[in-house]
């Protein structure tokens, strides 16, 4: 099976788009688009199917006496891009008011990567997995 894909015809070349007559190296063909044909070749799904297994682990938040409730939730909302500025001020918040938030709940190797980040930013943080908590 294959798929067609638009070639790149945004430079003028003989025959194909651009001016058109014999002084441009092309003659009365008309015009048209040019088609590549691809074949179609399966997606790679290695990093879904390897992390849909894991177990999930918690970021989180530790409160601080140093940085301001804005530094942080803008800190949390820099570096997890899925958590929304209103929901990280909630996590900064409950940081502040118990000592530990979570931030997110996701794989092993992207809690670390988020983790990471928000020490990066000077805040405490860690990780934690999901099963050690109670629901």
Not at 45 to 55: G, H, I
Not at 96 to 118: D, I, M, N, R
């Amino acid at each position: 099976m294959s798929t067609i894909q638009m070639a790149d015809i945004s430079k003028p070349r003989p025959g194909i788009g651009g001016p058109k007559g014999p002084q441009f190296g092309d003659s009365d063909r008309g015009g048209g688009v040019a088609v590549i044909t691809k074949p179609v070749t399966k997606k790679k799904t290695k990093r879904k199917s390897q992390t849909q297994y894991e177990p999930s682990w918690r970021v989180l938040l530790h409160n601080d006496d140093v940085h301001t409730f804005d530094y942080v939730t803008g800190a949390i909302v820099k570096v997890v891009r899925t958590v929304s500025r209103k929901k990280a001020h909630r996590i900064t918040m409950q940081a502040h008011a118990s000592g530990v938030a979570t931030v997110t709940t996701t794989w092993k190797a992207q809690a670390e990567e988020y983790c990471k980040g928000l020490q990066m930013h000077g805040l405490t943080s860690s990780i934690a997995p999901d099963s050690s908590f109670t629901h």
